[in-house]
């Protein structure tokens, strides 16, 4: 009998460490990018300023890099210390894009980045820039394979059920890698990382802004940061919207539980502007509504319905049983009786095995379970509704605020000429910096927690993944991690304070002249609103 409480933690322990790590893992994979375009500036030009800004972004990369690497090398062994039935079932399939993540990426990023901040002297500008890249592909590269692998998560298909080895195995490699939700899923996340990227350098910017420090400096980086960012929202926003789509046709009780849709509405569905939804009654207290809107964000059309989730659970309720039936006659199947017709019923059935797995965690009996049970299994077969709503609003309600943010500041910056005469709107910009970090934190846990119940989406329940350890074994260990990690948030924060506040090493101060309406270096910028 699995230990509900040591699932409940193993649960927690690896939500910790993955949101932990994923603070470090946007600023990583855009950061890498602007390093490179500031560094591709400087070997086109040849102007030294775009030399000495890549050096000083490329060291808080190096910060920031170090400290993600430090957080993520846990996470891997988690699948065998905590969730180790999930590595025996889905280890022929999960395992090979983090082996190649291992082999490739890693080694290339890890690899390169050692001889970009030691080969400055030692290379031509060429062939630096050339490392540069390699060093900010292999970021992404590796976010890649991570990304494919949890693609396969949300939308397991490429593989099937094995009766002999009671294990998933692969069916089509090429199909896994090149997955409709992996690659969208890919996209989706780095283009997140690119504007959480784009706005520390604008915050930070406006931070040696106001502090009157290195003012052209300032700018330059800025202005990059901007014209980065504006094409990073965009790209979110297109990717956000294939994203969309796909959760739509692969994971309808994930897109029902983001918008509080208990009701299956006439198409097109009204979109959920605010709603406080009570999911044991299946309905919402409060729903205020926008006619049609999700209906044309969520199927690109006015007759296509979007599936309720009362809708949802009676199908699923007919799959627990069929789920059941296969259950039952793999039963039979693996104490001797595989007999033909044992063969082709569990075959007929076998696409349900994973919901006849979910009466292992609802009923005393599994194989014979009442109908309380099943009603039971069916009811908790969908995602949390309350967490993936309101995360899924804190993310568009973010990146929308950052978009405007992002205007104003490019409006004042590179039209107007005066940013640096507004401190409101400079705290403003570094105030925003945490902002997208959020962003990336609840779009993550809508992509984990949409999936619940599920380790695997229909295939594998989170209840059946776990290892054979003790509540304490894991509460201790979450305990452990969490003060270590955050023992590492802490000391990069600090790290990368220090190297804020000392500001870049300008090689050629001639290039830092000021025009007439700027501030110097040395002069604190005019202080009027």
Same mark, same amino acid.
């Given at each position: 009998?699995?230990?509900?409480?040591?699932?409940?933690?193993?649960?927690?322990?690896?939500?910790?460490?993955?949101?932990?790590?994923?603070?470090?893992?946007?600023?990583? +994979?855009?950061?890498?990018?602007?390093?490179?375009?500031?560094?591709?500036?400087?070997?086109?030009?040849?102007?030294? #300023?775009?030399?000495?800004?890549?050096?000083?972004? /490329?060291?808080?990369?190096?910060?920031?890099?170090?400290?993600?690497?430090?957080?993520?090398?846990?996470?891997?062994?988690?699948?065998?210390?905590?969730?180790?039935?999930?590595?025996?079932?889905?280890?022929?399939?999960?395992?090979?894009?983090?082996? #190649?993540?291992?082999?490739?990426?890693?080694?290339?990023?890890?690899? =390169?980045?050692?001889?970009?901040?030691?080969?400055?002297?030692?290379?031509?500008?060429?062939?630096?820039?050339? $490392?540069?890249?390699?060093?900010?592909?292999?970021?992404?590269?590796?976010?890649?394979?991570?990304?494919?692998?949890?693609?396969?998560?949300?939308?397991?298909?490429?593989?099937?059920?094995?009766?002999?080895?009671?294990?998933?195995?692969?069916?089509?490699?090429?199909?896994?890698?090149?997955?409709?939700?992996?690659?969208? %899923?890919?996209?989706?996340?780095?283009?997140?990382?690119?504007?959480?990227?784009?706005? =520390?350098?604008?915050?930070?910017? &406006?931070?040696?802004?106001?502090?009157?420090?290195? =003012?052209? =400096?300032?700018?330059?980086?800025?202005? #990059?940061?901007?014209?980065?960012?504006?094409?990073?929202?965009?790209?979110?926003? +297109?990717?956000?919207?294939?994203?969309?789509?796909?959760?739509?046709?692969?994971?309808?009780?994930?897109? !029902?539980?983001?918008?509080?849709?208990?009701?299956?509405?006439?198409?097109?569905?009204?979109?959920?502007?605010? *709603?406080?939804?009570?999911?044991?009654?299946?309905?919402?207290?409060?729903?205020?509504?926008?006619? *049609?809107?999700?209906?044309?964000? *969520?199927?690109?059309?006015?007759?296509?319905?979007?599936?309720?989730?009362?809708?949802?659970?009676?199908?699923?309720?007919?799959?627990?049983?069929? /789920?059941?039936?296969?259950?039952?006659?793999?039963?039979?199947?693996? !104490?001797?009786?595989?007999?033909?017709?044992?063969?082709?019923?569990?075959? &007929?059935?076998?696409?349900?095995?994973?919901?006849? +797995?979910?009466?292992?965690?609802?009923? &005393?009996?599994?194989?014979?379970?009442?109908?309380?049970?099943?009603?039971?299994?069916?009811?908790?077969?969908?995602?949390?509704?309350?967490?993936?709503?309101?995360?899924?609003?804190?993310?568009?309600?973010?990146?929308?605020?950052?978009?405007?943010?992002?205007?104003?500041?490019?409006?004042?910056?590179?039209?107007?000429?005066?940013?640096?005469?507004?401190?409101?709107?400079? %705290?403003?910009?570094? &105030?925003?910096?945490?902002?997208?970090?959020?962003?990336?934190?609840?779009?993550?846990?809508?992509?984990?927690?949409?999936?619940?119940?599920?380790?695997?989406?229909?295939?594998?329940?989170?209840?059946?993944?776990?290892?054979?350890?003790?509540?304490?074994?894991?509460?201790?260990?979450?305990?452990?991690?969490? /003060?270590?990690?955050?023992?590492?948030?802490?000391?990069?924060?600090?790290?990368?304070?220090?190297? $804020?506040?000392?500001?870049?090493?300008?090689?050629?101060?001639?290039?830092?002249?000021?025009?007439?309406?700027?501030?110097?270096?040395?002069?604190?910028?005019?202080?009027?609103?």
């Amino acid at each position: 009998m699995v230990n509900e409480l040591m699932v409940e933690l193993s649960r927690w322990q690896f939500a910790a460490t993955s949101l932990y790590h994923f603070l470090f893992v946007p600023l990583t +994979l855009g950061i890498s990018w602007l390093v490179f375009v500031m560094e591709l500036v400087y070997v086109a030009t040849g102007r030294v #300023i775009y030399r000495d800004m890549a050096k000083f972004w /490329g060291k808080l990369f190096a910060i920031n890099f170090a400290i993600g690497v430090a957080t993520g090398i846990t996470l891997e062994f988690e699948f065998g210390t905590n969730w180790s039935n999930y590595s025996h079932y889905v280890g022929d399939i999960f395992g090979a894009p983090l082996a #190649i993540e291992g082999l490739m990426a890693f080694f290339l990023e890890s690899t =390169f980045i050692g001889l970009m901040f030691t080969g400055w002297n030692r290379f031509s500008k060429k062939t630096h820039l050339v $490392i540069t890249f390699l060093t900010a592909l292999g970021s992404n590269l590796s976010a890649m394979w991570i990304l494919i692998a949890n693609g396969w998560m949300q939308y397991p298909e490429f593989s099937e059920f094995s009766p002999e080895r009671m294990r998933m195995e692969m069916t089509d490699f090429w199909g896994l890698i090149f997955s409709e939700v992996a690659q969208v %899923k890919f996209l989706h996340t780095v283009v997140a990382g690119y504007t959480t990227a784009s706005f =520390f350098v604008i915050g930070v910017s &406006a931070f040696l802004m106001l502090k009157g420090k290195n =003012f052209q =400096f300032a700018k330059r980086s800025m202005t #990059i940061g901007l014209v980065f960012g504006f094409c990073a929202m965009g790209a979110s926003g +297109l990717t956000g919207d294939l994203s969309a789509l796909a959760v739509t046709k692969h994971q309808p009780s994930k897109l !029902a539980a983001m918008e509080a849709e208990f009701e299956t509405q006439t198409p097109p569905a009204a979109w959920s502007v605010f *709603a406080i939804p009570n999911q044991d009654k299946m309905e919402n207290v409060v729903s205020i509504k926008i006619p *049609a809107l999700l209906g044309l964000i *969520a199927t690109h059309s006015f007759d296509t319905e979007v599936k309720g989730l009362r809708q949802i659970v009676a199908e699923n309720e007919e799959r627990i049983r069929s /789920g059941l039936i296969a259950n039952r006659t793999l039963t039979k199947m693996r !104490a001797g009786e595989a007999t033909e017709e044992n063969m082709a019923l569990f075959k &007929a059935h076998q696409r349900d095995l994973g919901f006849g +797995l979910l009466l292992v965690e609802h009923a &005393a009996d599994p194989l014979n379970p009442t109908e309380d049970e099943i009603k039971l299994a069916a009811h908790n077969s969908v995602p949390p509704v309350w967490i993936n709503y309101y995360a899924f609003r804190i993310m568009v309600g973010l990146v929308g605020l950052l978009g405007l943010v992002a205007a104003v500041a490019a409006y004042l910056l590179l039209y107007k000429n005066d940013l640096h005469n507004r401190p409101r709107m400079l %705290k403003i910009l570094i &105030a925003c910096i945490p902002l997208p970090f959020i962003c990336c934190e609840a779009g993550w846990i809508v992509a984990e927690v949409g999936r619940q119940p599920w380790a695997i989406n229909e295939i594998l329940p989170t209840y059946l993944a776990t290892s054979s350890l003790s509540p304490l074994d894991v509460g201790l260990s979450l305990l452990f991690f969490i /003060g270590i990690y955050t023992v590492l948030l802490i000391i990069e924060m600090k790290l990368m304070v220090k190297a $804020i506040k000392k500001g870049p090493e300008i090689t050629d101060e001639k290039e830092l002249a000021p025009k007439a309406d700027e501030p110097t270096s040395s002069t604190e910028p005019n202080t009027a609103v």
